[in-house]
């Protein structure tokens, strides 16, 4: 298993604003995602981040939103910009069990603890 | 699309009484299946998994699922409850294609267990 932690744990901003949350990991990843987690809801995944290219978005999701970066196999980092209070929700970070290699169809993902976001 | 439907988005159940949550899921290919718990406060952990072999699968502190293919359900169980079990419980399908891993999580159900 893998150890996850983010900063920050939790946050207030003003609308307009914009929140960088951080995401490292204890050991080697190939791919990391980040979720979205609205009161009440599911967990909706917003992208998929490997190391050395361009986070793959889902629909709905778009980079000047939520850009991405993804420097090294440990951390990624997940910007919620120009927020407005539609945004306030846990985003979590998540990692496969994988190691940087090739993948394979018996991987599981592990979550971190989660930033809890309000806008006001 | 990947679906994937938990038909119960509340349960209140005394301890002691028999669980089970059902998972449906849509995806017609290979799936890898999960189950996992957030307790209250906590962040979410992985309960239990099916990647292939036996579909009856069993996960930490006394819980299974089954995988049934012909139904694509992959339902929680557990025996007997305890109180320490409220949780919300979330069913997961792991989906590949080319190389590409998505992952995707039912709308969850909250357990209460009643002392």
């Known amino acids: 298993s893998a150890v996850i932690s983010q900063k920050p744990s939790r946050d207030i901003c003003q609308r307009g604003t914009s929140l960088t949350i951080q995401c490292q990991v204890d050991s080697q990843v190939t791919m990391m995602f980040w979720y979205r987690q609205q009161p009440g809801q599911s967990l909706t995944l917003i992208a998929t981040a490997n190391q050395g290219s361009e986070a793959t978005y889902e629909s709905g999701f778009v980079i000047d939103k939520f850009p991405i970066s993804r420097p090294n196999l440990t951390f990624s980092t997940l910007t919620v910009s120009n927020m407005s209070p539609e945004d306030s929700s846990i985003y979590l970070c998540s990692v496969d069990s994988g190691r940087a290699s090739p993948k394979t169809s018996t991987d599981t993902q592990y979550f971190g603890p989660g930033t809890r976001l309000t806008v006001l | 699309a990947q679906s994937v439907s938990q038909h119960n988005h509340h349960v209140i159940l005394s301890e002691a009484a028999s669980l089970e949550l059902g998972c449906n899921y849509s995806?017609?290919?290979?799936?890898?299946l999960f189950w996992y718990v957030q307790y209250p406060g906590q962040h979410l952990q992985l309960l239990l998994k099916y990647f292939s072999g036996d579909p009856l699968v069993k996960g930490i502190k006394g819980f299974e699922a089954e995988f049934i293919k012909s139904k694509f359900s992959f339902n929680l169980r557990k025996p007997s409850v305890q109180w320490s079990d409220t949780a919300e419980y979330f069913c997961a399908v792991n989906e590949f294609s080319g190389g590409y891993q998505k992952v995707t999580f039912g709308t969850g159900t909250k357990l209460q267990v009643i002392p």
């Open positions: 995806y017609g290919g290979t799936v890898n």
